[in-house]
Structures are given as structure tokens and as C-alpha cells.
Nanobody, 128 residues
């Protein structure tokens, strides 16, 4: 059974940085597409960033492009999200997601329904 555990959330001032991490266990990590989504109070869960099984291709939501970076360490079974130049509108609970998709460099990476497993979420609050 795949388990995802996020960490690294917290309170930060606008313009600051945070790094979120997601620890993966229970399966062959290198075959999974990994992603980050977020959900702000009263809003739907939205796509933030995704990374293919190999780490060779990444995708970002327009709202975070140029500020956030997703990367993975297949040796440590982790995926991380480096968030820079944070804005108050980045405030949300951030979720790690996984999809079994070996050798898949496309797919519906932006659609939360496409993913098989989810973490419990880690809250991020950006103060103005």
C-alpha cells in the first residue's frame, strides 16, 4: 500500500521561501508520476506542479511558474516543492499525489482524479 507523507509547511511572510517534502513508501517509487496540488479554504483543489517518473519532464501551473520548482530523489523516495517569492494567494493546504505511470511523459497530470494516491496535506500560510 502506497503511503505519502508531506512535511515542511508553515507560516512565512510574503516574499519568503518554503520547501515542502513528500516521503513515498510501499511501492516502486521510480515508476510513479508525482505531483503537488493545493486547496485554499472554500476553493477546489488545484494543480500546482507535476514531475514524470524519470524526473526529466516537469509541469507547472501558470500561477506558480518561475517561482516554484518540483524535483525528486529516486534514491530517497522523496519529491519536493521549492517555493520562492511566496504570495498571500499561495496560502493553502498542499497535497502530494502519486500516479503509477512508468515511461509516461504526458497524461492528465493537471487533473486530481488521474492520481491514485494522496497524502494528508501540509498547510502553508503566507502573511502579507
Amino acid at each position: 500500500q502506497v503511503q505519502l507523507v508531506e512535511s515542511g509547511g508553515g507560516l512565512v511572510q510574503a516574499g519568503g521561501s518554503l520547501r515542502l517534502s513528500c516521503a513515498f513508501s510501499g511501492s516502486f517509487f521510480s515508476g510513479y508520476y508525482m505531483a503537488w496540488f493545493r486547496q485554499a479554504p472554500g476553493k477546489e483543489r488545484e494543480f500546482v506542479a507535476a514531475l514524470t517518473w524519470s524526473g526529466a519532464t516537469s509541469y507547472y501551473a501558470d500561477a506558480v511558474k518561475g517561482r516554484f520548482t518540483i524535483f525528486r530523489d529516486n534514491g530517497k523516495n522523496t519529491v519536493s516543492l521549492q517555493m520562492n517569492s511566496l504570495k498571500p494567494e499561495d496560502t493553502a493546504v498542499y497535497y502530494c499525489a502519486a500516479k503509477w505511470a512508468p515511461r509516461n511523459n504526458g497524461g492528465s497530470y493537471y487533473n486530481p482524479v488521474w492520481y491514485d494516491y494522496w497524502g494528508q496535506g501540509t498547510p502553508v500560510t503566507v502573511s502579507s
